[in-house]
């Protein structure tokens, strides 16, 4: 048994995540290191906005927009026995592949 970090205090991550969501579009389950995290609680999503006049704004392939990201916020657990952890994960425009930005224990 492996043992996981349980302590409070966030910390910034920037890892390609692969996600499962639910017909509603929020997230079911995500795949990072190795390890299947199942979401527990109601999970929140947001949008950010960049000035469209910034430096790598420009859409890929005449496709979509870089100037809003989308992003979830969720709870998750490997069992039921494990720590419960707080994700961040938001879409990444570049490569539409979803990244893991923020980890924090649930106290």
């Not at 069992?79 to 539409?96: K, M, N, R, V, Y």
Request: proline share 8%; no cysteine; charged share 20%.
């Amino acid at each position: 048994m492996t043992a996981q970090s349980t302590e409070t205090k966030p910390r910034t991550v920037n890892e390609p995540v692969d996600m499962r969501f639910h017909s509603s579009g929020a997230p079911l389950a995500m795949r990072w290191r190795g390890r299947i995290w199942q979401t527990v609680g109601e999970p929140v999503s947001w949008s950010s906005s960049r000035s469209w006049w910034e430096p790598g704004n420009t859409p890929v392939n005449g496709q979509g927009s870089l100037i809003t990201k989308r992003a979830w916020r969720f709870q998750a657990q490997t069992g039921p026995a494990s720590p419960t952890l707080e994700f961040d994960i938001s879409l990444d425009p570049h490569t539409d592949g979803w990244q893991l930005r923020r980890i924090a224990g649930v106290e």
